[in-house]
């Protein structure tokens, strides 16, 4: 600090989660509070009109010659009139909201007070269900619960550490630095399943490019998930949880068995992707994650914790299968 202003931040060297490491984000959060950080509003010259047909031709520049600027107050009631004509000429429910998942409790609270008491709109859209919702119908399904049943502290158990759409070395550092730190210490194989070569993929490959996986699919992701399991259920079976444990804790068990040795080997799935993934994925190495996965669940059973550990990122439950992308992932791993 610098007198009463907030100078810079500080890790906790004793949270149990960041560990005395921290993101960018999280390093510059004190930017934003001070009040002079905006001052003015920036405003659209050619700003588009839906009432009358017009569409701004600087639509998505964002050079300041588009902008003017104007102060708070201003720009309030700039907006409030805009508003008041629309609903004014199409009812409330041509106004649309799209909330942030990082809202309180009381400003969702707020945003519905104004959109359905005050606009007389139903048109309410949040981050937090489009992040969430096809994920928790993944887990009730599954699970009968809509929590996921791992913790950070599960990262430096696992034997074999997977992302699946999920860029967690940009998205989530301090999630990728404490499976960098563990794969470095333990040398456990890893996999990343995402179309693109991303940080997350080489900086895994920067340890050790013997035993980090990448799967760069671009679709089918649920029959990969099963031809995995097709290698698992017919070359590793001692790796796979026992017929009587899943008669009696699952339904369904055996429908998925079956359908899975009968439609996804990893000959037959990759012959049906060819066209649509352009051969990106081999059978030797749908092969090799398997016999890694294998060998990891062998060992976390034997010594009652550890095995397999999935990360996926929102953008692989926000498919329209996104559901069936998280029950996938589920299945594989039970």
């Not at 942030?100 to 008491?117: F, H, R």
Request: hydrophobic share 35%.
């Amino acid at each position: 600090c610098e007198g009463d202003r907030i100078t810079g931040i500080v890790p906790d060297k004793e949270h149990p989660t960041n560990r005395g490491v921290q993101c960018i984000k999280g390093l510059n959060a004190h930017e934003p509070i001070y009040r002079d950080r905006l001052t003015e509003v920036l405003v659209r010259k050619d700003m588009s009109d839906p009432l009358r047909g017009h569409v701004s031709e600087s639509k998505g520049g964002f050079d300041d010659d588009d902008f003017i600027t104007m102060d708070y107050e201003e720009a309030e009631e700039l907006v409030a009139d805009k508003l008041a004509e629309i609903i004014k000429a199409r009812g409330g429910n041509a106004v649309g909201l799209n909330g942030s998942g990082q809202l309180t409790m009381e400003a969702q609270w707020i945003e519905n007070q104004v959109m359905k008491g005050v606009v007389g709109s139903n048109a309410i859209e949040a981050n937090a269900r489009m992040c969430m919702t096809s994920a928790v119908t993944g887990y009730f399904h599954s699970y009968g619960s809509d929590a996921p049943p791992t913790s950070y502290e599960d990262i430096e158990e696992a034997d074999f550490i997977s992302f699946w759409g999920h860029n967690a070395r940009e998205a989530h550092p301090i999630l990728f630095w404490r499976v960098a730190d563990h794969k470095k210490r333990m040398d456990i194989p890893t996999l990343v399943s995402d179309p693109r070569h991303t940080g997350t993929v080489a900086g895994l490959e920067s340890i050790n490019p013997r035993n980090s996986y990448h799967l760069p699919t671009i679709n089918g992701d649920i029959s990969y998930h099963n031809a995995i399991a097709h290698v698992l259920l017919t070359k590793y079976p001692e790796a796979c949880m026992p017929k009587e444990w899943l008669d009696e804790h699952t339904n369904g068990a055996d429908a998925y068995i079956r359908g899975v040795l009968d439609h996804y080997s990893p000959q037959d799935v990759v012959a049906r992707l060819k066209l649509l993934d352009g051969n990106r994925v081999s059978v030797a190495l749908i092969e090799q994650i398997a016999h890694a996965w294998a060998d990891a669940s062998i060992k976390g059973r034997r010594r009652g914790s550890g095995g397999v550990l999935t990360f996926w990122g929102i953008g692989y439950n926000q498919m329209l299968h996104g559901q069936h992308n998280t029950i996938g992932l589920i299945n594989l791993h039970l």
